[in-house]
């Protein structure tokens, strides 16, 4: 009882924002236009996102206007689900909240190094950041180089990290986005008891876990099948959390001699039943029906507690990700089919 009392108000908060998200067959339809400028009409015409389309000047209409409402909306919905929880809610939110700034982070990084003509734009991500962090976009929008970025996060969890990696020679955009997920998988794994009792710290020991052992799946096979890395570099890459899978069975897959010996070990993980790597689907989109099913099957057992919030966010966050990806390949002109196969197949 006591949990039911503590999340009916968020679940049925939780219960409503979910009713406004895309359905599959909306995807279909947005795979079958044919421009931007139409997806941004038929997203004001049936989508939540209407009132907040309506701030952009069609005449003047560019796919980053449109990524930029759909980031605000989200960070909206964090919004309105924070100011329903309790306080010790919160601080799972408040933990939550570490993969946005990586994000973040990650961006500035690819903005410095690449040396893009264009300026930072994330000032509109300013007044979510000065609420919910510690990062100050007004100090990140100054960086000029990698050194000043990492100065400009001194104030902040991240700055020892990427300081340590800076005190190294020939660092690199993927070392700093490796170096930034590692902390932030081993952060998490480390506070989530601090966070979360009995239940809940089950629930997202499983989820988070599951996560883990996933990722390391998959760039376990991606090193392999595609850059033939050799096992002294895969271990570098991989997160040194054990949930489901031993180490001996990570070293088996590492050092396994070609790709039949990498499945036949891989059949050995209590994932094989559902993360066939032989399907038509890219990693990515294995990877990510993998994780729906796993975060709707604890929010079905467990409806009244951190599995309805998390559920909601990973729901909310694949839906920005595959409307971008379906405007770049409207964008490019491919088939309906090629869009829908990129943006891939998760059914609500």
Request: aromatic share 14%; proline share 3%; charged share 25%.
């Amino acid at each position: 009882m006591g949990n039911l009392l503590v999340y009916s108000g968020i679940v049925t908060k939780i219960r409503a924002m979910e009713a406004r998200l895309l359905k599959p067959e909306q995807f279909e339809e947005i795979a079958g236009l044919h421009s931007v400028p139409e997806v941004f009409s038929y997203l004001k015409e049936n989508s939540s996102y209407a009132d907040a389309l309506e701030a952009i000047d069609e005449a003047r209409l560019h796919r980053g206007d449109i990524e930029k409402v759909l980031t605000l909306s989200l960070y909206q919905d964090y919004q309105k689900i924070f100011a329903f929880c309790s306080l010790d809610q919160r601080r799972f939110l408040k933990l939550y909240m570490k993969r946005y700034e990586i994000d973040l982070i990650n961006y500035c990084f690819r903005i410095v190094i690449n040396h893009y003509s264009q300026p930072f734009d994330i000032d509109y991500k300013r007044p979510f950041f000065d609420k919910y962090s510690s990062i100050s976009i007004e100090r990140l929008i100054e960086s000029r180089t990698t050194d000043e970025l990492v100065e400009n996060l001194k104030d902040t969890e991240y700055y020892l990290p990427l300081k340590r990696l800076q005190d190294r020679q020939s660092v690199t955009l993927f070392d700093y986005d490796l170096t930034l997920d590692l902390y932030y998988f081993s952060t998490i794994w480390k506070e989530r008891k601090k966070v979360l009792k009995k239940k809940e710290l089950e629930i997202f020991t499983h989820d988070c876990g599951s996560q883990i052992d996933l990722l390391n799946l998959q760039w376990i096979y991606r090193a392999k099948k595609y850059y033939e890395m050799p096992p002294v570099h895969i271990y570098s890459l991989l997160i040194p959390i054990h949930y489901k899978i031993s180490i001996d069975l990570i070293k088996e897959l590492v050092e396994s001699a070609n790709m039949e010996d990498f499945f036949a070990a891989m059949a050995k993980t209590s994932y094989s039943h559902h993360y066939d790597f032989e399907q038509h689907l890219t990693i990515e989109q294995m990877y990510t029906n993998c994780l729906y099913h796993l975060y709707t099957a604890d929010k079905r057992s467990n409806p009244y507690s951190i599995a309805t919030i998390n559920t909601y966010l990973f729901l909310k966050e694949e839906e920005l990700r595959k409307l971008t990806t379906a405007m770049e390949c409207i964008r490019y002109n491919l088939t309906p089919g090629e869009t829908l196969a990129y943006v891939g197949g998760i059914t609500q």
